[in-house]
Every structure is written in C-alpha cells, then in structure tokens.
C-alpha cells in the first residue's frame, strides 16, 4: 500500500489528481502546478515536511506526463552513504571497487525515457552534486570506474524536506544545481495547514487496515475526530496512518473512539516535534526579548521572575492568536501548535475564556 492510498473514500469525491486523497484548498494548489508542470519536461523540486506525501506527488507527475510508459524509478539519497549513492545512480564496472564482482547499471539509465525521483536530495555531499549536476545539464554520465560516455533522457524530480534555498546560503548545497532542480517548486503543506481533509484520510484508512486485519470499525465518534483535527501532527500524514491502524487493531468495537488514540493526540502530553511548526513553543527566547527591551529586570536569572515573564508571554501570545482566529480554539490551537484540550487548560489557567477578557 502506498503511503497515504490510492483510492478516495467517497466515489463520487471530485478527484483533482488520481491517487491522492485531499480535496481542501492547500491540496487544490498542489493539483493544479502538478497538473501543469506533468504535461512538460522540466525537472521538479518538491518542499515540505517528512511525511507530506511527496513521493506521491512525484509518481503523480510520472503517471500524467508523456513519459508514462516509461519506467518511474525512485532513490532516496539519505539511505546510502556517498561511495553506494554514486554507484546506485550511475552505476558501476567490474573491478571499480572491491566489490565490483560484476557489471551494474545505475538508476538514471534504468530510469531512461522515464522519470527519476531523488527523495533527500539534500543530503548529498557537494562531490556527487557536481555529478549531478552534469547529468542535468549535459543528459550524459559514466559509470563508476569507467570512461565511456552514456546518454541518457530521464525526467529528473527532486524532493527535500529541508529548505534548500538556506542550504545554499549556509554552503551545503551547490547553487548552480540549485537552480537546475528548482525549475517549478512544488510547496508540499503540513497537515496541520489541511485538516479539512482529515475526514477523507480516516476513512481511507479505516477502509484499508480493516480490510488488512479482519477487522470491522466503520466509524469514528465525533470527540475523536476533533482530536484528530487539533493535533498538529509533526509526522503528517504518516503520522496519522499509524495511529489509525493502531487504533483499527485495538478496538473492541465497532468505532474509533478518543480513547484509542495516543496521549499525544489527546493532549495528554507533549508530541515529539520532527518537524518545523508555524509559532515555536519556546517562549523563553520571547522573554529573553522583554528583558533586552527593558519590560522585565535583567535579573530574570532569577527562575520564579524568569517564569513570571514566561507566562506573561505565552499569556500574550494565546489571547492574540485567539482574537485573530475569531476565538475559534480548534483553529487557535492548530496556528500555536498545540493539542486544543492543552489550548482550553491554558485558556482557563490563564483567565481568558471569554473574548471580552484584555490581552495583556
């Protein structure tokens, strides 16, 4: 099964782009660049978070391009170290290396009249960026350890799940293939920025794992739903996949109750962040900056005051985030980051239940 399902739950769902599931606002911007940019040859950068379906949107393109028939061959480019990455992509002969015991072909030729999708593109060295680089420009490459000149036609789409316009700034991507992969960029969204499509994604979910288990769960109760919706999933969809299958095989009945999801998702305690959030949760540099600018002591060493100013901004932070988003909690707590049920305890620790109470 792929990451995140090929069919939609709901047949007569308008499907933008086969495969994908998603109808929301942030995923119709998605299909109509994939759309466009399929019908074409231009090489592809795909951003976003681990976890966001990027190698879907890759095989997307493959499947609606002209080069359809061809193969569609994927390398993740963070799996192997740099001697194996440069041996799986271009190949290797016989006696190149210790274990060169036979003749190899790499990944662009087996990718040739196709697409090739590197996934981690930014974790290659500057070395192999060089050979890469080359590959792009001239469609030409030679197998490790030999001299003949091969030609190759493959559709090159990259993937990152780093921002690689900073690596270039920091030196640790090359800016001349930079610019050679970024021909259309492709912003993959988080799922906190898609909840709407939650709904579709359960229900795929539920469909697939209990076929898989022999199981029987055909709903999911109302209070475990908003749960899902208020969490801010750092793993994105994959994320959520795991807990619905989990979920799928602990029940004991015939719903996916809030009581089979994970203390997390409940607000129990706190996620394991592996991605970038949209506001940080450390409102201890945000205090650190009311002392610079003379609002509390310098003597914040202090941990009772140093805590004072903390609240204070965290305080601040939630009764502004919550008048913008027009005190609707499930969308206040999905733009801070945070469970709602922790969003409601803090709301009331803080006195800020009602929108009439002062923000500061």
Known sequence: MPAYGFQSP????RS???????????MQKVYDVTKRVARSNASVLLLGETGTGKELIAGAIHRLSGRCSGPFVKVNCGALSDSLLESELFGHVRGAFTSAVNNRTGRFEAAHTGTIFLDEINST?????VKLL????????????DTTTITVDTRVIAASNRDLAQEV???????DLYWRLNVVPIQIPPLRERVEDIPDLVAHFLNYYCEA?????????????EALQSYRWPGNVRELQNYVERAVVMAEGDQLTVDLLPDTVRGISQPLETNAGTIPNDFSSLAHSLVECGIADAGTENSELHSFVVNRVERELIARVMHECNYVQTKAATRLGINRNTLHKKLRDYGLESPETDVV
Request: net charge neutral; glycine share 8%.
């Open 10 to 13: 709901h047949p007569d769902q």
């Open 16 to 26: 933008p782009v086969a495969g994908i599931i998603g109808s929301g606002l942030a």
């Open 125 to 129: 060295s500057t070395i192999l960026q």
């Open 134 to 145: 080359r590959v792009l420009q001239e469609r030409e490459l030679e197998r490790v350890g």
């Open 169 to 175: 700034q920091h030196a640790r991507f090359r800016e």
């Open 213 to 225: 288990n022999d199981r029987f769960v055909s709903r999911i109760t109302p209070d475990a739903l």
